[in-house]
């Protein structure tokens, strides 16, 4: 399985939209508790990070076509309807 995911900092109230086959893992990272990337995105704009929406696909593929559409106008505007809520 797969999870497209969103994370929001409680620091900054940014989001990061991303996709993974074992989220856990990657919130690690996300929250420095594992090695990650000197200037990502997340590393940058501290943290701590926590998923506040998450869909789970079957295959790959289908998880980076969404995750596509979500980092997208049209899908960032959808999401941010749905984290109003």
Known sequence: MYSVYVIKSKTTGK?????TGNL??????HNGLLPSK???YTKIN???WNVV???EYNTRQE???REKYLK???GRDWLKNILVR
Do not use: D, V
């Open 53 to 55: 929406y998450k869909e």
């Open 24 to 29: 856990e893992s990657r919130l690690a990272r």
């Open 38 to 40: 000197i200037k990502s």
């Open 63 to 65: 998880a980076l076509k």
């Open 46 to 48: 501290k943290g701590p």
């Open 72 to 74: 997208s106008h049209i």
């Open 15 to 19: 989001i990061y939209i991303g996709q």
